[in-house]
Antibody, heavy 118, light 107 residues
Framework: QVQLVESGGGVVQPGRSLRLSCAASGFSFGGYAMHWVRQAPGRGLEWVAVISYDGSKREYADSVGGRFTISRDNSKNTMFLQMSSLRPDDTALYYC????????????WGQGTQVTVS | SSELTQDPAVSVALGQTVRITCQGDSLRDFSASWYQQKPGQAPVLVIYGKNIRPSGIPDRFSGSSSGNTASLSITGAQAEDEADYYCNSRDSSGHVIFGGGTKLTVL
């Protein structure tokens, strides 16, 4: 079945970097745009970044632009989020999601990986 | 405006119908998708496009839209529908935006 598994989260000091990974299976990964979405503790969902199916286009939320870099390796069915200059307000559960259609329909979602900046 | 506004909390009696709304100027140009999130779980897509339900989503869930407002309706709410519901769409720059979420309580 379609599955997304995130990894790479952890506890990191402010100003440091972290790299998240998302391993995809059960579908043709290279045919879909992919996103990262995060959720701070007790808060709502916040879109972070998107990468096109072939990696040629990338967009970022204003809150992470210039600090985060989204990338993908279609040969390994994996997406990444390189996070630098981390701040305490980046603390959140980070979800990997597939763009099902139209740029904002997310299905499925991974289970998330926790990032704590402290 | 590049925001989507949802009521923070809504309640419904068991078996009754409830409507959860999402308001924003971008909804005049882009359709909304709806997600259900239960405690400790990842969100699940329940409605997208013009009232399309993914496989496995009960037909008591439906969506509609008019002007700057999108709505998610649950007809005959069940106890298991108690959850947080989020809408999302795109803003004028093409970025994805989410509503603040609605906590649904089934009484």
């Amino acid at each position: 079945q379609v599955q997304l598994v995130e990894s790479g989260g952890g506890v990191v000091q402010p100003g440091r970097s972290l790299r998240l990974s998302c391993a995809a299976s059960g579908f043709s990964f290279g045919g879909y745009a992919m996103h990262w979405v995060r959720q701070a503790p007790g808060r709502g969902l916040e879109w972070v970044a998107v990468i096109s199916y072939d990696g040629s286009k990338r967009e970022y939320a204003d809150s992470v632009g210039g600090r985060f870099t989204i990338s993908r390796d279609n040969s390994k069915n994996t997406m990444f989020l390189q996070m630098s200059s981390l701040r305490p307000d980046d603390t959140a559960l980070y979800y990997c999601v597939r763009d099902r259609v139209a740029g904002s329909t997310f299905d499925p979602w991974g289970q998330g990986t926790q990032v704590t900046v402290s | 405006s590049s925001e989507l506004t949802q009521d923070p909390a809504v309640s419904v009696a068991l078996g009754q119908t409830v409507r959860i709304t999402c308001q924003g100027d971008s909804l005049r140009d882009f359709s909304a998708s709806w997600y259900q999130q239960k405690p400790g779980q990842a969100p699940v897509l329940v409605i997208y496009g013009k009232n399309i339900r993914p496989s496995g989503i009960p037909d008591r869930f439906s969506g509609s839209s008019s002007g700057n407002t999108a709505s998610l309706s649950i007809t005959g709410a069940q106890a298991e529908d108690e959850a947080d519901y989020y809408c999302n769409s795109r803003d004028s720059s093409g970025h994805v935006i989410f509503g603040g979420g609605t906590k649904l309580t089934v009484l």
